[in-house]
């Protein structure tokens, strides 16, 4: 299963404005062109499911997810309950900073293609982070603050992080 875990800051906001406009799943699909429908239902009991329709690869993706929200704690988590991915379940949390609010965002998906996982999956974990940026951007002008190790090794597989250009040797021609 990948993983995937993004920061971002929202200046000048508390967190519960910031997670009042996160749980705003209505206003996903202004906010970014690869998110093309949510359809949100308040159950009887108080539960939220959310019915969502995304691009993917010039194809579409769609899930549907039963939301937990939790307005004292400025966090909700989701769970897929049917769909196009095997799994898909995360959470976003909304926390002071010094400069405003803290939204971490994490999830843990699976495509459930086994044979193409090491193809697809770096794929999919990149077009959740730059879906999540955009949707940040949008509704609270949040700017990421940390970044995906950058892979350095040309396998596919993770390398380590470079901070700092001096640490990369420069190409012999």
């Given at each position: 299963m990948r993983h995937v875990v993004l920061h971002a800051l929202a200046q000048g906001m508390t967190p519960h404005a910031v997670y009042q406009r996160i749980s705003d799943f209505r206003r996903y699909p202004e906010l970014t062109g690869t998110v093309q429908d949510v359809q949100v239902e308040t159950l009887p009991d108080g539960s939220v499911v959310s019915d969502w329709t995304v691009?993917?690869?010039?194809?579409?993706?769609?899930?549907?997810?039963?939301?937990?929200?939790s307005p004292a704690t400025d966090s909700l988590t989701f769970e897929q309950l049917s769909g196009d991915f095997q799994t898909f379940e995360g959470s976003w949390r909304c926390a002071p900073h010094d400069e405003g609010t803290l939204v971490t965002f994490t999830a843990a998906f699976d495509l459930g293609i086994p044979t193409l996982a090491d193809i697809l999956d770096p794929v999919a974990e990149s077009t959740l982070r730059t879906n999540i940026a955009q949707i940040l951007a949008g509704l609270v002008d949040a700017k990421v603050v940390d970044a995906p190790p950058v892979p350095l090794n040309g396998s596919g597989t993770r390398g380590t992080e470079v901070t700092d250009e001096r640490a990369v040797a420069p190409a012999r021609g």
């Open positions: 691009l993917f690869r010039g194809g579409l993706m769609r899930w549907r997810e039963r939301d937990t929200l």
